[in-house]
């Protein structure tokens, strides 16, 4: 039988730095709750919100796949590896930290904010060369489809990490839905809903809700209202 977790938006923990704001779902910063550590190897599930003209300065990372989507503006990224590039709504960044990176993210806006989700994968495998990468992701021009944006595979579409984990968005329009199946055996998947009310397995989710689900082959989602979501396709164990 499928093993289930639910973590509502109104009981993630948060941090208030003014220019930043931000909640957690797993344990990060100031916020720990040892029954929030991790889902598998997804360590980390940010949602950020920068001030404009405010951002993160230069900071290190090692092993780990950090990876950035942008819900609203544009951020800017800089690292000790050279890259300056800008991402924005509808991109995905992934930067795989390995023997280490320093780098920084702004908010070059200096009146809007930018909204972002910063996801931190466990590695398979450590100490990599570091390196960074870019892509295009378009969700709202194919509705009712899964969008594969993040996968263990350099060929394959969106993204590649160092992980068997896959990453696919969706936009799904209202009384619609799909049917999920986890792509690797040992694998759990945890959804995130970015806009609108779905259910997965008959479990109702609303906005900025998670849920993850393991020991099953796959799920249904179905959308209550127009929807977007994130799924991440991750090893429980690794």
Do not use: C
């Amino acid at each position: 039988m499928a093993q289930t977790v639910l973590h509502k938006a109104n009981t993630r923990g948060g941090a208030d730095h003014g220019w930043l704001k931000s909640s957690h779902t797993f344990s990060f910063g100031s916020y720990f709750n040892p029954e929030r550590v991790q889902f598998g190897a997804l360590r980390v599930l940010n949602d950020d919100t920068v001030d404009g003209g405010r951002g993160f300065g230069e900071h290190p990372h090692d092993n780990m796949e950090i990876i950035s989507i942008p819900l609203e503006g544009a951020l800017e990224h800089k690292d000790s590896m050279g890259n300056v590039a800008t991402i924005e709504r509808g991109e995905i960044q992934v930067m795989s930290a390995g023997t280490g990176i320093y780098h920084a993210e702004d908010n070059k806006d200096k009146s809007l904010p930018v909204k972002f989700l910063q996801i931190w994968i466990f590695p398979n495998k450590r100490n990599v060369t570091p390196r960074y990468d870019q892509k295009k992701i378009d969700i709202t021009s194919t509705p009712n489809q899964l969008v594969q944006v993040l996968s263990p595979n350099p060929d394959d579409a969106g993204v590649w990490i160092y992980q068997y984990a896959w990453f696919n968005m969706a936009s799904l329009e209202q009384k619609h839905q799909i049917e999920y199946t986890i792509h690797k055996k040992g694998n759990g998947a945890y959804i995130f809903v970015l806009e609108g009310d779905v259910e997965i397995n008959g479990q109702l989710l609303n906005k900025r809700d998670g849920y993850g689900i393991w020991d099953t082959e796959g799920f249904t989602v179905f959308a209550n209202t127009d929807a977007e979501f994130l799924i991440m396709d991750v090893p429980m164990e690794f």
